[in-house]
């Protein structure tokens, strides 16, 4: 027996202390696998899909590598369940489970039908009310998405009490999605949890994993359906609103059979139909919400000789797919406010393309250089004509396109790269972030007709300030300080004085719910 004398955390099996300590002895690179499985595996799961922690695969860790990774591994994340493991690993060790999660999957996991209905849990606990259980208008209710501790604050949009905090899926992304009344709300994670609340009753419903890796969400027109988007595995997952049962799963695959992940999915209620990009291949998708949908004929094959669409494989009813042919695939996307065209974006390419979405085809192309975010883009009237904002991810600038003839309006120069913009019928100004540089505190007020910067507020120098949402009536702006010990600051959008900082763990995204569900100008999806 080799006799080791390299000290390991005694929190390890009595197997794999040995065959550590003797690899380490013997020269021999650490087992990255063998450590996670003894140390990780318990929150992650074997599979390293998730459990209580998050899944880690190369889907869900997005940017997070290399050095970084080991960097959470040695000190772990603070207000989470993840410990450092920096006086317990080498950092040879750290480095091979770094390497270890950030492979690839052997075999791509199956996450179909059985799988999603094996993690539905509706809470017993639960007993819709009649009526909401709280005095404040329920349809000025505002939901602040907590990142740093995973909770969703629930304020009065009046007063801005904390009327309930409740604990989300781990890595909320993307907006929540309201029930068009407004009762509830549809949160989803990274990890492909959606989770169902009910603002009445102040109280989750449930939740289900829908995928393994998600990108977001979209409500159908009639509240009945939920699309979710998924990279792992690739498909389209459908969820019934009532209860989160699985009403579909799509498998997502090119014309040509190439599989593809889903870029994002957003509902088209004029169209009464979901809208998909896909990512690995040059088509969108349009999926039927309407039971009476169709003949949908794809958009490769024009055809209307009467008796054509079975020979077609044109579809009907129901989820009936219809496919449009790009020339590149899209990252993101954005619709006029009528639904019949979408813009949208490779955030590699230099254009963006407009596509109309009832003859099928790419009807004109958008100078678009610098990383367009169309998820985030705005649109409102200027002068009678309709004009529409995107803001770019590595460039100080925000694209204003008229969107009548899709010309270029002007570019804003701002202070840097921004994330999100957001208007309100109520304001005459975008409120535009800077997220990331030195400039990351600086929130832009552009004017909606002159199209300058009229003003730059910095409430917190040095504290990424992000992601703005106006009351219901637009007096208000709710403004995020994206810090651990972060706040949503309330500002007056007359005066553009603070009136309110309320205490946040690092709060992304601020809903509400009059805003959302009536697709107030100004707002996003
Ligand atoms: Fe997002 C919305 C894509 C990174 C926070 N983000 C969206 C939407 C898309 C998108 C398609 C619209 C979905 C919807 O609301 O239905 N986001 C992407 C990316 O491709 C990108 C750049 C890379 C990625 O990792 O996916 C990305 N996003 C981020 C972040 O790093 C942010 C800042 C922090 C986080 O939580 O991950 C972030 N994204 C958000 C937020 C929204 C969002 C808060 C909703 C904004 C809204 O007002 O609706």
């Known amino acids: 027996m080799i006799r080791c004398t390299s000290s390991h955390n005694l929190r390890l099996t009595g197997a794999a202390l040995v065959l550590m300590a003797c690899s380490a002895a013997a020269g021999a690179a650490p087992d990255g696998a063998m450590i996670f499985s003894d140390l990780c595996a318990a929150c992650h799961s074997e599979t390293r899909l998730g459990g209580t922690g998050p899944a880690l695969i190369p889907e869900s860790l997005g940017r997070l590598k290399g050095e970084k990774l080991q960097a959470v591994i040695a000190k772990g994340r603070p207000m989470t369940q993840m410990p450092g493991f920096a006086q317990t690993l080498s950092v040879s060790e750290i480095a091979a489970v770094a390497d270890y999660v950030s492979a690839p999957l052997a075999k791509a996991p199956v996450w179909g039908v059985a799988e999603i209905e094996a993690t539905r849990s509706l809470?017993?606990?639960?007993?819709?009310?009649?009526?909401?259980?709280?005095?404040?208008?329920?349809?000025?209710?505002?939901?602040?998405?907590?990142?740093?501790?995973?909770?969703?604050s629930v304020l009065d949009g009046d007063t801005f009490a904390v009327l309930d905090r409740f604990e989300t899926p781990f890595a909320v992304h993307g907006g929540p999605k309201f029930s068009p009344d407004g009762r509830y709300v549809f949160v989803m994670s990274r990890d492909g949890w959606v989770q169902k609340y009910d603002i009445w009753s102040l109280h989750e419903v449930g939740r289900a994993r829908a995928g393994l890796n998600s990108r977001n969400i979209a409500m159908s027109h009639d509240g009945k359906w939920l699309a979710v988007a998924n990279y792992l595995p690739k498909t389209l997952t459908i969820l019934s609103t009532s209860d989160l049962s699985v009403a579909k799963v799509i498998e997502v695959e090119g014309r040509d059979g190439t599989a593809s992940r889903v870029s994002a999915v957003y509902q088209a209620p004029e169209r009464k139909s979901f809208v998909l990009a896909l990512k690995?291949?040059?088509?969108?998708?349009?999926?039927?919400?309407?039971?009476?949908?169709?003949?949908?004929?794809?958009?490769?094959?024009?055809?209307?000789?009467?008796?054509?669409?079975?020979?077609?494989?044109?579809?009907?009813?129901?989820?009936?797919?219809r496919r449009i042919a790009v020339t590149a695939p899209l990252d993101d996307f954005f619709f006029d406010p009528g639904y019949r065209n979408l813009i949208g974006a490779n955030r590699e390419g230099e254009t963006g393309v407009v596509v109309n979405l009832d003859v099928g085809r790419e009807i004109a192309t958008l100078p678009l250089p610098g990383m367009p975010h169309l998820g985030s883009g705005i649109s409102w009237m200027r002068d009678g004509r309709r004009v529409m904002a995107v803001p770019h991810l590595n460039e100080g600038r925000i694209s204003i396109i008229d969107m009548t003839d899709w010309?270029?309006?002007?570019?804003?120069?701002?202070?840097?790269?921004?994330?999100?913009?957001?208007?309100?019928?109520?304001?005459?100004?975008?409120?535009?972030?800077?997220?990331?540089?030195?400039?990351?505190?600086?929130?832009?007020?552009?004017?909606?007709?002159?199209?300058?910067?009229?003003?730059?507020?910095?409430?917190?120098?040095?504290?990424?300030?992000?992601?703005?949402?106006?009351?219901?009536?637009?007096?208000?702006?709710?403004?995020?300080?994206?810090?651990?010990?972060?706040?949503?600051?309330?500002?007056?959008?007359?005066?553009?004085?603070?009136?309110?900082?309320?205490?946040?763990?690092?709060?992304?995204?601020?809903?509400?719910?009059?805003?959302?569900?009536?697709?107030?100008?100004?707002?996003?999806?």
């Open 280 to 321: 690995d291949v040059p088509e969108i998708w349009e999926v039927a919400t309407d039971p009476e949908a169709g003949p949908f004929h794809d958009g490769f094959v024009h055809s209307h000789e009467a008796g054509m669409e079975e020979a077609l494989g044109a579809e009907k009813g129901l989820f009936a797919r």
């Open 123 to 152: 809470r017993d606990d639960y007993t819709p009310t009649t009526a909401p259980v709280f005095m404040a208008d329920p349809m000025n209710v505002t939901l602040a998405v907590e990142t740093g501790d995973s909770h969703i």
């Open 407 to 525: 010309s270029l309006v002007k570019r804003v120069e701002t202070s840097g790269p921004g994330f999100f913009l957001r208007s309100h019928e109520g304001t005459p100004y975008l409120w535009a972030d800077v997220f990331t540089g030195p400039h990351k505190g600086e929130m832009h007020l552009i004017d909606k007709e002159t199209l300058e910067v009229v003003k730059v507020i910095t409430p917190e120098p040095g504290k990424t300030v992000a992601h703005t949402e106006f009351t219901r009536d637009g007096s208000r702006a709710l403004v995020s300080i994206w810090e651990d010990d972060g706040a949503v600051i309330v500002f007056d959008t007359k005066t553009q004085t603070e009136l309110m900082r309320l205490p946040m763990r690092k709060p992304s995204g601020k809903y509400n719910v009059w805003n959302k569900i009536t697709f107030e100008d100004g707002t996003s999806h």
